[in-house]
Each structure stands twice: as structure tokens, then as C-alpha cells.
């Protein structure tokens, strides 16, 4: 496909991609937008001009803060708006291309606009679904002969989160403070985390699904998964290991997550389908899914610590993830629990099989024991204030490539 607007071969936002977001330019109140090329489409002005009407929405859901509403019309529907993006911007229609004064209102500058966070989720799941995640972490606190606990390799493990303190990509993080426990002989003291880490993640986000107390089946799992994101979870682990036994995580995590701006669309992300790793046991019968269900999406992570620069310490892939997004819905509900549109669903930390791979700094330095040096000189066992993380995503294939964008956040000193 090509479009008659110039977009540039090394753009992120290809007219394969056209991923969805919300934004304000200049002063104006937010508005749902579709990223493409170095511009952004203002949805809320083709709608008023009549071009999205046929799509089968009835009022105008592109203005606004978030894009619950949208999502809430359903997959369908996003598919269709998708589908007419493709088709008014493709090379051989003029109906924008020629419609100067329309143009100039429906397309803003990427550079001149602000993005914010693209939904308003009233849910938020953390998953824990990477094999090699886990054994490094079972390996490294437990026994390192049987570093899975006995439920791992029979579902999603999972717990929910707190979803009020999502942000988005470029908004930055205080240094979160809370109990830790420095002796095993002492009481435990109230101070600043030291040993802030980023947990590199994806994320999925559902429409509306089946009401209170129905299932979806594992079959039907696509139908509710609308698009993904790049997620970083961030964790305090020294205040997660005295907290987390035997509830889980809390202080140690609800402090931040950072979620990047754009949301791609599932169906921009066929092409690079692949098969997951082997799962032995096999699932159980409501957990089992046919076909290729995980998706081929290289991640990388990036450390700049202030006035530095940026150097690569993560190079992984989210198609080794052992439980797919298909089976952690169909998990998450098989309760009963309902499903709401704009909820997110993390994927726990990625991790591949290479130290160069890990997916956090409690893996990269094998908690503290092997801190890293960076090209100045500079010593890393976990995040330091001033550090700006930044994770980057991009699926590519026959020239074509679907790009995340990316999540960045800078950590400052905690408010004492």
C-alpha cells in the first residue's frame, strides 16, 4: 500500500501501521488521532465532516480525552475506521488530497502536537507470563533446580494492578519510598527505594466483553483483544521482597507504570504472527489455543543516564512469551470476571535466553551482584535518579514495518 501523503522509509508510522492515540495541539481540547508519517489525523474532524459516518457511529467519540468510547463500539468498528484511514489516504483518492482547507484542519505535525494517555483504563492485570523471566527470578531467590513454583507452568500467573497510576510515555517518575528491610536481624526502615528497576513489557487493551459471571472462550479471545502498547512496570524490588509474602505485589509496584502514546491496532499486526514456545504440560482444555498466537515484535531498551547518552542495555523479542495474550484473557475471565473496554493487560517482564536479552536490571546485573558499566564509566546496579529509560518496539517484515513508538520516562529524586 502507499499513501499520497510523503512518509518517509524510515517513519514509524507507515500507512500499514496508522495506530491509534489521543492528543492536543496547541491549546485545543484532546481529540482521538491516527498516526501517520510525521503527522497526526484529527478523527474528530473527519467525523464532523462527515468521512467516518458510514462507519456506523452514531455520535462523535473521536472527541475526547480518551479512547474508551471508541473501543466500547467494538473491534468491528475500529476495523472499519482503520479500513476507511487506509482508503482516504491511499494513493488513488483525492477526496482529502484535493480538499486543501480540510486537509490543513485534519492533519497536524506530530512535532506541534501533545500526546496523552490513550485510555482511561478502570483495570489494569500484570501478567507474568516469560519462562526465562521467571526462572531468572526463581533462580536467583529460590532454588535454582526448580526455579518455577508448581502453578507456573499450568496458567497465567497474574495479579491486578493499580491502574491510576498509568501514565504515559514523557511523564516523569518520583523515586518511590516504603518499607525495606536491610538486616535480617533489624527491623525494617522507611526510605527510598535502592533498587528502582524498569520491567520491559507489552500490553494489550480489550473492548467491552461478556457480562459478570460469563466466560470468554479461548476461541474467541481475539474478538475482545483490540491493540497493544509498550508498557513499563516499574518496580522497587527491595520494597517488593519485604511486602510482597503472602499477597503479592503492592507499594513495591502501584507507585508508576509507563505506557506508550499509541495504540496498534491488532489487525496491523498479522503479517507477523509466529508460533510460541512448546507448553508441556499441555494446558488445560480451556487454556488450549490453535494457531499462531504469539507475534514476532523486537524490543529494546534504552539507559540515559542525565546529561549522557543513551546506550542499548536490552535486545528481546516478545514472540518468546509462553502464555499469548489469548490465553491470559481467557484466563483472566474464566472467574466470571467482566471485562471492560480500555483495560489493560501487561505481559510481565520479556525475557529472552541471552544475558543480552533480560528484560530488567534484576536480571541484567543479576541483582546488583554484576552492575554493568556504561561507556562513560558510570557503574549501574539498578536505575539511578536523573536516568531516563526508554523502551522501544517495532515488528518488520517484507519491507513493511509496525512501529510502537516508544515509552520514555525520567526518574526523579524521591519527595523526602
Same mark, same amino acid.
Request: aromatic share 12%.
Given at each position: 500500500?502507499?499513501?499520497?501523503?510523503?512518509?518517509?522509509? $524510515?517513519?514509524?508510522?507507515?500507512?500499514?501501521?496508522?495506530?491509534?492515540?489521543?492528543?492536543?495541539? +496547541? $491549546?485545543?481540547?484532546?481529540?482521538?488521532?491516527?498516526?501517520?508519517?510525521?503527522?497526526?489525523?484529527?478523527?474528530?474532524?473527519?467525523?464532523?465532516?462527515?468521512?467516518?459516518?458510514?462507519?456506523?457511529?452514531? $455520535?462523535?467519540?473521536?472527541?475526547?480525552?480518551?479512547?474508551?468510547d471508541f473501543i466500547s463500539l467494538g473491534k468491528d468498528t475500529g476495523r472499519k475506521v482503520r479500513n476507511r484511514l487506509i482508503d482516504l489516504f491511499g494513493s488513488d483518492n483525492s477526496e482529502l488530497r484535493d480538499n486543501i482547507d480540510l486537509k490543513e484542519k485534519t492533519l497536524h505535525k506530530l512535532k506541534d502536537v501533545t500526546m496523552l494517555l490513550p485510555v482511561k483504563p478502570g483495570n489494569y492485570t500484570d501478567f507474568y507470563s516469560s519462562l526465562e523471566h521467571a526462572t531468572n527470578v526463581g533462580s536467583m531467590f529460590r532454588d535454582p533446580e526448580n526455579p518455577l513454583l508448581p502453578n507456573w507452568k499450568w496458567l497465567p500467573v497474574g495479579y491486578h494492578g493499580r491502574a491510576s497510576s498509568i501514565v504515559v510515555s514523557g511523564t516523569p517518575i518520583q523515586r518511590p519510598k516504603g518499607q525495606i528491610k536491610l538486616s535480617e536481624n533489624e527491623p525494617p526502615v522507611y526510605?527510598?527505594?535502592?533498587?528502582?528497576?524498569?520491567?520491559?513489557?507489552?500490553?494489550?487493551?480489550?473492548?467491552?466483553?461478556?457480562?459478570?459471571?460469563?466466560?470468554?472462550?479461548?476461541?474467541?479471545?481475539?474478538?475482545?483483544?483490540?491493540?497493544?502498547?509498550?508498557?513499563?512496570?516499574?518496580?522497587?524490588?527491595?520494597?517488593? +521482597?519485604?511486602?510482597?509474602?503472602?499477597?503479592?505485589?503492592?507499594?513495591?509496584?502501584?507507585?508508576?507504570?509507563?505506557?506508550?502514546?499509541?495504540?496498534?491496532?491488532?489487525?496491523?499486526?498479522?503479517?507477523?504472527?509466529?508460533?510460541?514456545?512448546?507448553?508441556?504440560?499441555?494446558?488445560?482444555?480451556?487454556?488450549?489455543?490453535?494457531?499462531?498466537?504469539?507475534?514476532?515484535?523486537?524490543?529494546?531498551?534504552?539507559?540515559?543516564?542525565?546529561?549522557?547518552?543513551?546506550?542499548?542495555?536490552?535486545?528481546?523479542?516478545?514472540?518468546?512469551?509462553?502464555?499469548?495474550?489469548?490465553?491470559?484473557?481467557?484466563?483472566?475471565?474464566?472467574?466470571?470476571?467482566?471485562?471492560? *473496554?480500555?483495560?489493560?493487560? *501487561?505481559?510481565?517482564?520479556?525475557?529472552?535466553?541471552?544475558?543480552?536479552?533480560?528484560?530488567?536490571?534484576?536480571?541484567?546485573?543479576?541483582?546488583?551482584?554484576?552492575?554493568?558499566?556504561?561507556?562513560?564509566?558510570?557503574?549501574? $546496579?539498578?536505575?539511578?535518579?536523573?536516568?531516563?529509560?526508554?523502551?522501544?518496539?517495532?515488528?518488520?517484515?517484507?519491507?513493511?514495518?509496525?512501529?510502537?513508538?516508544?515509552?520514555?520516562?525520567?526518574?526523579?529524586?524521591?519527595?523526602?
Open positions: 500500500m502507499k499513501s499520497w501523503l510523503e512518509i518517509s522509509s $524510515k517513519s514509524d508510522f507507515s500507512i500499514h501501521n496508522l495506530p491509534f492515540g489521543i492528543f492536543r495541539h +496547541k $491549546k485545543s481540547i484532546p481529540h482521538a488521532g491516527v498516526a501517520i508519517g510525521d503527522y497526526v489525523i484529527d478523527l474528530s474532524v473527519l467525523f464532523d465532516q462527515g468521512s467516518l459516518k458510514k462507519e456506523g457511529i452514531k $455520535k462523535n467519540v473521536f472527541e475526547a480525552d480518551a479512547l474508551n526510605a527510598p527505594t535502592m533498587a528502582l528497576d524498569f520491567e520491559l513489557e507489552m500490553a494489550f487493551i480489550t473492548t467491552n466483553g461478556k457480562p459478570l459471571g460469563q466466560t470468554i472462550l479461548i476461541e474467541e479471545a481475539e474478538e475482545y483483544i483490540w491493540g497493544m502498547v509498550l508498557f513499563n512496570d516499574w518496580s522497587a524490588r527491595d520494597i517488593q +521482597k519485604w511486602e510482597y509474602q503472602p499477597l503479592g505485589p503492592f507499594l513495591g509496584k502501584s507507585f508508576a507504570s509507563s505506557v506508550s502514546p499509541w495504540v496498534v491496532f491488532m489487525d496491523a499486526l498479522e503479517p507477523f504472527r509466529v508460533d510460541g514456545p512448546g507448553q508441556n504440560p499441555p494446558p488445560l482444555p480451556y487454556l488450549r489455543s490453535a494457531g499462531m498466537n504469539n507475534y514476532d515484535i523486537n524490543l529494546e531498551v534504552y539507559l540515559q543516564p542525565k546529561g549522557g547518552k543513551a546506550v542499548k542495555i536490552c535486545d528481546t523479542n516478545f514472540k518468546y512469551m509462553y502464555w499469548n495474550i489469548c490465553q491470559q484473557l481467557a484466563h483472566q475471565s474464566s472467574n466470571g470476571c467482566n471485562i471492560m *473496554a480500555g483495560d489493560i493487560y *501487561a505481559s510481565g517482564t520479556i525475557s529472552g535466553p541471552t544475558s543480552d536479552s533480560y528484560g530488567s536490571m534484576l536480571e541484567l546485573t543479576w541483582n546488583g551482584t554484576m552492575p554493568f558499566i556504561l561507556p562513560d564509566g558510570l557503574e549501574r $546496579k539498578f536505575i539511578d535518579d536523573g536516568d531516563t529509560v526508554i523502551i522501544k518496539g517495532y515488528a518488520g517484515k517484507n519491507g513493511i514495518k509496525i512501529s510502537f513508538g516508544e515509552v520514555e520516562t525520567t526518574v526523579l529524586p524521591a519527595i523526602l
